[in-house]
């Protein structure tokens, strides 16, 4: 499986280095690896502030508030939409507000890095149809989605804990 990530940075707030890149391109591999996705595939990532993301957010979603990760897919699985055969897949856009990234790091007390695998991991599910604001039943199967594949990407739990 061939996976192409390409990333953009619409923000100044949070630097955003090669370290960060590669821990994005490894989030959504791992999350692709853990839902046996085996096609070539590319997903778009941009990077925000939670100005930028909150317009996002009320443009497309209608709610007029920042949030912390928003996903763009271009197949709805869910209802069974299918991408052709043999052809790289545009999986869709992942945009990332690293200003709510951090504020939430803190509140959880773990890392950024974490953080933002986490939101990764959390967008590749939306982008292959999980959406836990389907059901209650929806939102339990992508919690543990989401607790799988973080697992194995084998971050911290916390800024004094290392993973079991």
């Known amino acids: ?37 085996d096609c070539d595939c590319e997903i778009s990532v941009t990077f925000t502030d939670n100005a930028g993301i909150h317009e996002l957010n009320r443009e497309y979603r209608g709610k007029d508030s920042a949030t912390d990760v928003l996903s763009f897919p271009m197949y709805d699985f869910y209802s069974g939409e299918e991408p052709e055969k043999g052809m790289p897949v545009e999986l869709g856009d992942i945009v990332i507000s690293l200003e709510r990234a951090q504020e939430q790091a803190r509140e959880y007390s773990h890392s950024f890095q974490r953080e933002v695998a986490f939101l990764c991991v959390h967008s590749v599910l939306h982008l292959l149809g999980y959406d836990h604001e389907r059901s209650a039943d929806d939102e339990t199967l992508m919690r543990e989605r989401q607790r799988v594949i973080m697992n194995a990407l084998k971050l911290p739990r916390d800024n004094n804990e290392t993973e079991k």
């Open 1 to 37: 499986m061939n996976i192409k990530v390409y990333t953009s940075n619409s923000q100044s707030s949070v630097l955003v280095d090669q370290a960060l890149r590669g821990l994005v391109r490894r989030s959504i591999r791992q999350a692709l690896v853990c839902e046996s996705f």
